[in-house]
């Protein structure tokens, strides 16, 4: 499955480092989607882009920064994180609206992040 | 608020028996309802979708899900479970909006 592909697979950094990550996907769907998933919780959705606009901001902490420049790709700016936001960083996409294959999200193989 | 509850963290199974996982969601409108499964070191994949019509709903690989409206509930069956079953099952609901809500998942391990 290639249709949404995210790069690093494995980031490790320093709580003062920057770094991004980076998603795209090659459906061609309208919506992006930022979701973290850390072990023994719940999948958590942190944005939401339609039509490249910021529609959803799930009270993210501002240390986590996401760009949107095209309906195709989607970053998520890290700065100054904390050694809980080890995670996997799940990119998702979809197509919004009417029809039979929309509203349904299909995801990327996600960034395994370790903050040290 | 929607929220979505799965009520058995870990299952383990022998090979060929039957699969029944459960999922309880909360929401007062119309919902569409997901399953998906990752297996290890794989992402996710849609396993299968509700939207509308025949509350009974195939997916792949031989599981099915039924939409019950009155129990709230869209729980996860198949009849003869394999090895290559062993992954984790997210169940998920989409309320108004574009907003996917997770439940807490469930561990599945198959014993051969």
């Known amino acids: 499955e290639t249709g949404v592909t995210q790069t690093p697979r494995h980031l490790v950094m320093g709580m003062t480092n920057k770094k991004s990550l980076k998603c795209e996907q090659h459906?061609?769907?309208?919506?992006m989607y930022w979701y973290k998933q850390s072990a023994k919780k719940p999948l958590e959705l942190m944005f939401v882009?339609?039509?490249?606009?910021?529609?959803e901001n799930n009270s993210v902490p501002s240390r986590f920064s996401p760009e949107c420049p095209n309906s195709s790709h989607l970053f998520l700016h890290l700065h100054t994180l904390q050694p809980e936001d080890s995670a996997l960083y799940l990119c998702?996409?979809?197509?919004?609206?009417?029809?039979?294959?929309?509203?349904?999200?299909?995801f990327g193989p996600g960034t395994r992040l370790t903050v040290l | 608020a929607q929220s979505v509850s799965q009520h058995n963290h870990h299952v383990i199974l022998s090979e060929a028996a039957s699969l029944e996982l459960g999922c309880n969601y909360s929401?007062?409108?119309?919902?569409?309802l997901f399953w998906y499964v990752q297996y290890p070191g794989q992402h996710l994949q849609l396993l299968l979708k509700?939207?509308?019509?025949?509350?009974l709903v195939k997916g792949i690989k031989g599981f099915e899900a039924e939409f019950i409206k009155s129990k709230f509930s869209f729980n996860l069956r198949k009849p003869s479970v394999q090895w290559s079953d062993t992954a984790e099952y997210f169940c998920?609901?989409?309320?108004?909006?574009?907003?996917?809500?997770f439940g807490g998942g469930t561990r599945l391990m198959v014993k051969p």
């Open positions: 998702a996409s979809s197509q919004e609206g009417t029809g039979l294959n929309t509203d349904t999200q299909y």
């Open positions: 459906l061609g769907h309208n919506a």
């Open positions: 882009y339609n039509f490249k606009e910021q529609t």
């Open positions: 929401y007062g409108g119309t919902v569409n």
């Open positions: 509700y939207f509308s019509g025949d509350p």
């Open positions: 998920a609901v989409k309320g108004a909006g574009n907003m996917l809500t």
